[in-house]
């Protein structure tokens, strides 16, 4: 499996206006796993090249105390799709997302310029990575190979406000109409071992419906879930924290590993049960979740 | 004394520069520590008695003609007229007085409000008429902050905590002969109170003092309701001489704004939570704990978490202390406090809590703050939240001097607070319009660090390290702790290093008093 | 080489807004809230930034508590775009 994000969770992934030093400047505070800089939809088409070179020295230059940093790219069908590679990657952000990922042929593109100036700078090879933004019904129809068409891809993003519009169907409250999307999606991205992101609810000032709409997206297996005010993080955090009772028993589980281990047995049981490789790695995945919410051994629960 | 002002001073245990007198004050000592005074002394003036009155029954107070009221009261030039602020950006008291002085033709006056609203520009034109010539106050903004920074007073202005102004008047420092104290409920013979009226303002704290010290009291009012004032009376009959009607003693909409608003401004909200984690990892609160925070958006968010976290753990607080907002009153009304002490009101949803809750109480100013009386309450206190516009390495406090190095902020009851309380937690933000909270050394020492537990910013909390317990606690509970100069370093490395403002060194525009009366720092003139 | 004015940035708080035009020396004209205790920092940043563009610069800026980082990046857009040749190609246009 590749690392994720370096190795950071990514519940939580902010966006932020690339044009909006005020905001920027703060990151730290916000409490966001992750943060994405906008040069794309946030940006007016006057102030691109002002947002990009924005970006591109807070990137560079700032201390974002631990928070994984990515930036959206304008599309490749856009004048601004090269100098935005031109200037971000060199910066060395965690990744960029490209926008409208439609086919595999998008990625790869984006893949070889990326190589190109990573090369040119001397940086190495694949650091940084792509988030694939999957907006229209052809990129869902082919997640999959979109996930697959570079060893840089790291995660597969959902946009579902293009994407509705796509489909010619309104976004609902209840997210109906992006069901089919969302699982196809996230299976396309576990197949690949990605990380998988949950398109942002829009309207803030509707927390249950945040709070339901990220209960959902956890169930479904997203990794996490695109924000765009900083009241949101919280909520999104919260849809990711781990049952109790199965946090419990991850506990037991790898303690039972780690006694197999010095035991040098092959076989783990718990409560009398065998248990599984692959139960094994969700429960080390569980525990370093309960991390995050401050859970460190079963007493704290 | 203008140009060449040569006052002889000394260095204080901060290092920094006091004058030993202050020709036309007093003589003064350095400050030495925040509890130094219990070792000496005190002088109090000469047992006095109280000011008597020989009075004929029922004689008439009222009068709606200032300059009468203004010469049945005595002043003369070179006096002492105080006045409350109570009614804050609403007053127009203060103007309206100092107008009908200066048309009497008064002059060489000092000028000894409980503190200067913002909107008082006007003050600062009467000291370049020389009709105020020495002004004691709790802070100065504006144009009258810039007026003593460009050193256009003589005589340097003392700056107080509200503590320390009761101690200065009860000691004989501040000799109020003239009060005018707006009225917002008032009867015919000076019963009045600030819960009632369309200028109503919530408690009158503060000026209770004056209404006790002052050689004459005036009521100032523009609502006269019929005697006896009831159901409440703040300051009573006794102490007045007389009620002075005008049409407005201010605009309602000023006095009493809306209730201030949770912050949504996420980094406030950051500091707030990192402040209540800090509060929280104290162990502090639990039942019948005490809590102090100021009215600020940040303020009212760690009340917010406060409440969540008394409510959660089924915590009930015994008092809650200082300047109300609207929210704290919410929390008595709700149970989370046994009672609340207020010395100063500050939003509308306050004013009238006072006659619908019985354990919503007055206070005047000196059981608030006074380190010299009997016991205060700010010394009964387990938490204050306090605000800051600068801190240093030492972790002293400037609520005074801009980054120009004018003045423009107040004191309060910051210094008494700190002192006070078991836990005193500074929130502010860790850089503020691009510029560095955290300073090597600060303007203007109002605060002393010793009294300061911990400095709380939106990118992680300093603990001061003689607070080894509170240290280890925040540690314990994994709070993001960081050393002061570490995250000063972290912030300039964003902002870049600001020079300091220049100042002429040989001209002392203001001094800082700390509550005991001791001299804590000089304000110098701008250049 | 500046071809023309050209300006950068916004006046919401934390940003700054800086104009450049061509000029025989580098002059600048800095105002705002922290015009005092940030005047050599930028001063500083200015020259590092027009000696990579044109020595020759006038240099307006209007500072609303911008951080260094915002500080620079503005200085460079602004003589980026001032360093274009085409009209057209400056996305921001001249200055009203």
Known sequence: MKAAGKGHPCRSMLYMPGNNPGMMQHVPAFGADSVLLDLEDAVAEREKDAARRLVAHFVREIDFGGVVVTVRVNGADTPHFERDLEEIIPSAPAAVRIPKCHSPEDVKRADAAIGRIEREQGMPPGGVRIHAMLETAHGIEHAFEIARAAERVEALTLGGQDLTADMGVQKTRDGAELFYARGRIVMAAKAAGLMVFDTVWTDIDDAEGLKSEAELAARLGFTGKAAIHPAQIDAIHEAWRPDARELRRAFRIVEAAERAEREGKGVISVDGRMVDGPIVVRAFTLIRLGHLYGINEEADL | MSAGQNLRTIENALSRAVPVEVPGLRKYG??????????????????????????????????????????????????????????????????????????????????????????????????????????????????????????????????????????????????????????????????????????????????????RHARHVIAVTDNLEDYPLHPRISIPQYLVDQVLVVDSIGDPSKIATGAARISRNPVDLRIARNAFDLIAASGLLTNGCSFQVGAGGASLAVAACVKDYMAEKKIRGSFGLGGMSGYMIEMLEQGYFEAMLDVQSFDRSVTDSMTRNASHIEIDASCYANPFNRGCVAHNLDIVVLAALDIDLDFNIDVQTGHDGVLRGAIGGHPDTAAGAKLAVVAAPSFRGGVPTIKESVTTVCTPGETVDAFVTERGICINPKREDLLECARNARLPVKDIRALRTEVEKLTGVPDAPEFDRNRIVALVEYRDGTLLDSVYRVK | MLFKKAQAGTLESSDCMVVVSPAETCILEYSGQNETIFKRRTERIVREIAERYAPGASVQIQDRGALEVTLRARIETAFERASKEDLKEDPAGEPK
Do not use: W
Not at chain 2, 137 to 154: F, N, P, T, Y
Not at chain 2, 164 to 185: C, H, K, N, S, Y
């Open chain 2, 30 to 211: 350095p400050y030495v520590s925040p509890f130094a005074y219990l070792e000496r002394q005190i002088s109090a003036p000469a047992k006095g008695g109280f000011p008597l009155r020989l009075r004929e029954p029922r004689h008439d107070k009222v009068t709606d003609d200032i300059k009468k009221a203004v010469e049945r009261s005595g002043l003369e030039n070179g006096m002492t007229i105080s006045f409350h602020h109570h009614l804050r950006n609403g007053d127009a008291v203060i103007p309206k007085i100092l107008q009908a002085l200066a048309e009497m033709g008064f002059r060489d006056l000092a000028l000894a409000p409980s503190s200067l609203p913002d909107s008082h520009d006007m003050v600062a034109d009467c000291m370049r008429s020389g009709l105020v010539s020495r002004l004691f106050s709790s802070g100065a903004r504006g144009e009258v902050g810039r007026a003593i920074s460009a050193g256009e007073l003589d005589v340097p202005v003392i700056l107080r905590s509200h503590g320390g102004r009761v101690r200065a008047i009860e000691q004989g420092d501040i000799q109020i002969d003239v009060a005018f104290l707006a009225a917002p409920a008032c009867d015919r013979y000076g019963n009045m109170t600030g819960s009632a009226g369309r200028s109503a303002c919530g408690s009158l704290g503060y000026a209770q003092v004056d209404a």
